[in-house]
């Protein structure tokens, strides 16, 4: 009885003591950077960024992360200018984001990725633009991100700015390109996801402009999070109502199960989606055959033939195990390198303030072209908004090819 | 003549105990404050101060009606969602109206508890009128279908007045005109009033709110309630009205927390307050003690802290979150740790009085 109390004891002190230890150990432990640090001794410019690496939406995050340390460890490697990078967890929440920017603060980054996703970004945006920090995002996509009045698009925050498109822009893109393409399809049907900003917000800019450009719209069929596995009343709706072209503004793995089941059905329209649907050859226990002849509008592919892709395909391949990747992480591949850039034309020293760095780089992004991966001749706006050509490709043979417009 | 009664020394416990909640976290406000003031508060932990402060008042109120009326509430974010969308939909339209931040925030934050009491009632009348775990399956619903509202709702305003529209975005908003709530993006553009010293205030509020309550008349009924109802009901302990009581105080203070949340950010999306938000507040309640409001608040702000300090840990960092998780639970149930931290409790009091 005795020498039971007695281990009973000793467990319960030795638990204790180890929950004393990884607590201390977590308080007091040196920030880890993440990515190339500084070589040689000479001082890095310090690059931060959030994203989620875990929870559902981690395949962004990651793929972003991993793009980005790349991209780094490129630019080091070929000496000059030196970067440093960190990138924090957001968990694609809000709250997260903005801890996670506190993290970074104290850090000492002096330039950003900003978020991986709209709604944190929009969370951080008054942050970046409160400490002078600036702030380029690879994927958050919504309006919000770089306006404090996304109502109006007026009001930018001046120092956030964009790699993707924005939501809007993908809409009215796809609903033009569908006009000036009628032998896609006549009656399109519109299946989107309505508790997503960037599904939802897409839609809206496609559904306006479809009215202008006097596309036939006969169907429109919604899911959320608690649905999104089971599409067969939205497209049998959509197959009712004699649909020739599915459009898809929603992300590849829901846009995966649309297909699987279309092709169960029996039903074979055009499916035509946007940038989300990116990634859907990649996704695991997915038949590719499946996605033959799809359509999507997206500002990066894999298998392009140009140097720069084969290049940062084949490097992302190797430290992803054998992961294809996307346009977030080409996205995000092209941010670091334009960063790279502008730091290198406007003299950007390592121990600049971050309010001269953004400065500094507000003044490059809104003069300076950017070549990448994701487009040529890529330029900014003072607002912070992306011009580059999104394009259109269509699936075959389990690969992107590129369609003459 | 006190020192006599039994009762009466039980109440003289329970106030230091209650004084004891009161000097902790006035203290931990004022060093943080001062830290703060002092420029050497890390920016980690300025941007935790003011959801800690939420979680506080959000857990107080699970609390109140967990712990000390004994029902469970499965949806205490569906109740902070209701006040957190309510303040920034207030906060919003009266940006221009009402220019004062502070003002705008105790408006915001009034209106926030009234919408969240109203559904505390409208769900607590029907429901508590049952006995068992019905009140815990409702709110879990509740939970998820204001989820679902939200998620749903456009609500905007121009010069010509609000436009609301459900499930279809129908608004149609003159140029200037400002969406209060849109659809699945939620509230964006909301101006950040919320501050640490409008939390600290909360909680203070907060925690005089449930001490007094418990400590009433209505809150030895609410106990004896919980404790047996057939015997509180042949005393003439009208029930429902009684468990009412403690729902929709608790509900209040969950909406007040969702307010002050709210305005803490310049976005708000409505998947945020999901059920995960709400087992995590009830994980707070546990885990400090059911009845305990000064551990409630101990372990939000251990637990609220705990993965941001972790992040040097990387990808191991909710690996080491789950498992100091369960260690707590383990720990504060075994017998041997609590017969310790009895004995020197005992000996830290016996001191007290050897000195007295």
Redesign the interface.
């Known amino acids: 009885m005795k020498k039971y109390g007695l281990m009973k004891k000793c467990i319960s002190a030795a638990l204790s003591l180890s929950l004393m230890v990884s607590l201390s150990a977590c308080g007091g432990a040196a920030p880890a950077a993440s990515g190339g640090a500084s070589q040689g001794g000479a001082a890095a410019i310090k690059i931060g960024g959030s994203g989620p690496l875990t929870g559902p939406a981690a395949v962004y995050g990651n793929a972003v992360k991993a793009a980005a340390e790349l991209a780094v460890e490129e630019i080091n490697a070929k000496g000059g200018l030196q970067f440093e990078l960190r990138f924090e967890d957001d968990t694609h929440d809000a709250e997260k984001a903005v801890t996670a920017y506190g993290v970074l603060k104290d850090w000492g980054m002096q330039a950003s990725l900003g978020t991986v996703t709209s709604a944190p970004g929009a969370a951080v945006s008054q942050m970046y633009q409160d400490d002078g920090i600036f702030a380029l995002s690879p994927s958050a996509s919504s309006l919000a991100v770089i306006y404090h009045d996304s109502d109006n698009a007026s009001d930018p925050y001046g120092n956030v700015f964009q790699m993707c498109f924005t939501d809007p822009n993908q809409g009215i893109a796809s609903a033009d390109y569908l006009q000036s393409h009628p032998d896609l399809g006549s009656k399109i049907a519109i299946i989107y996801k309505n508790d997503d900003n960037y599904s939802s917000g897409v839609y809206a800019k496609f559904k306006s402009q479809a009215d202008v450009n006097g596309l036939e719209v006969v169907y429109e069929g919604t899911f959320d999070d608690s649905n999104a596995s089971d599409f067969t009343v939205q497209l049998k709706k959509a197959q009712d109502a004699g649909a020739d072209l599915v459009f898809l503004p929603i992300y590849y793995d829901p846009a995966s199960l649309i297909l699987t089941q279309a092709n169960q059905m029996g039903y074979a329209p055009t499916f035509f989606g946007v940038d989300g649907m990116d990634g859907i050859l990649t996704l695991e226990g997915f038949d590719t055959s499946l996605a033959e002849g799809v359509y999507l509008l997206t500002p990066f592919s894999a298998d392009a033939n140009d140097d720069l892709t084969q290049n940062f395909t084949k490097n992302y391949r190797t430290r992803m195990k054998d992961e294809i990747p996307n346009q977030f992480a080409a996205d995000a591949y092209d941010c670091v390198y334009a960063i790279a850039q502008a730091c290198e034309a406007a003299g950007i020293k390592a121990d600049m303030s971050p309010q001269d760095v953004c400065d500094a780089l507000k003044q490059q992004f809104t003069s300076m072209t950017f070549n990448g991966l994701t487009g040529q001749n890529v330029t900014w706006s003072e607002s912070g908004e992306v011009s580059k050509s999104p394009k259109a490709v269509m699936i075959q043979n389990g690969v992107y090819v590129g369609v003459d417009d | 003549m006190k020192k006599k009664n039994p009762f009466g020394r039980i109440l003289e416990r329970d106030q230091g105990r209650r004084a004891l909640s009161f000097i902790l976290i006035t203290a931990l406000y004022l060093i943080m404050e001062a830290m703060m003031r002092s420029g050497n508060l ?7 101060l003011v ?1 800690v402060c939420c979680y506080i008042v959000a857990a107080i109120g699970l609390n109140l009606n967990v712990g000390v009326s004994g029902e469970l509430n499965l949806g205490q974010a569906g109740f902070m969602s209701v006040g957190a969308f309510t303040a920034v939909c207030v906060s919003g339209y009266l940006s221009a109206s009402v220019p004062s931040g502070i003002l705008r925030l105790v408006l915001a934050i009034l209106a926030g508890i009234l919408s969240a009491a109203l559904f505390g009632i409208i769900i607590g009348i029907p429901v508590l009128k049952l006995q068992g775990d019905y009140l815990a399956i409702v709110t879990l619903a509740f939970g998820q279908i204001i989820k ?1 509202l939200i ?2 709702m456009y609500l ?1 305003f121009d010069e010509n007045g609000i436009q609301f529209s459900f ?1 279809e ?1 129908k608004t149609s ?1 003159a ?5 209060l709530l ?5 509230a ?2 909301t101006e ?1 009033i919320s501050n640490f010293t409008a939390g600290f205030i909360l909680i203070v509020l907060s925690l005089l709110v449930v001490y007094n309550l418990i400590y009433s008349r209505s809150g030895r009924a609410i106990q004896a309630c919980r404790d047996n109802r057939i015997a509180a009901e042949s005393i003439g302990i009208n029930i429902t009205s009684t468990k009412l009581l403690a729902f929709t105080v608790s509900s209040s203070l969950a909406g007040a927390a969702g307010a002050l949340y709210g305005l803490n ?8 307050f999901d059920f995960n938000t709400s087992i995590l507040i009830l994980v707070y309640v546990v885990l400090g003690g059911l009845g305990n409001m000064t551990g409630t608040m101990a372990a939000t702000i251990i637990l609220v802290l ?1 993965p ?8 191991y ?2 690996l ?1 979150y789950a ?2 998780l369960i ?1 707590i639970m ?2 504060t149930n ?1 017998d ?2 609590r017969t310790n931290m009895t004995r020197v409790k005992n000996r830290i009091f016996a001191k007290k009085e050897g000195r007295a």
């Open positions: 890390s920016s980690l932990f300025q941007s935790l959801p679902s998620t749903n905007g499930v975005n908003l140029p200037g005109g400002k969406m849109n659809g699945p993006m939620g964006t553009g950040k950010y310049s976005t708000l999306v409505p998947a945020k705990l941001e300090l972790l992040r040097s840990m990387q990808d960092r909710m080491i498992i100091v260690l383990i720990l075994n041997t740790v």
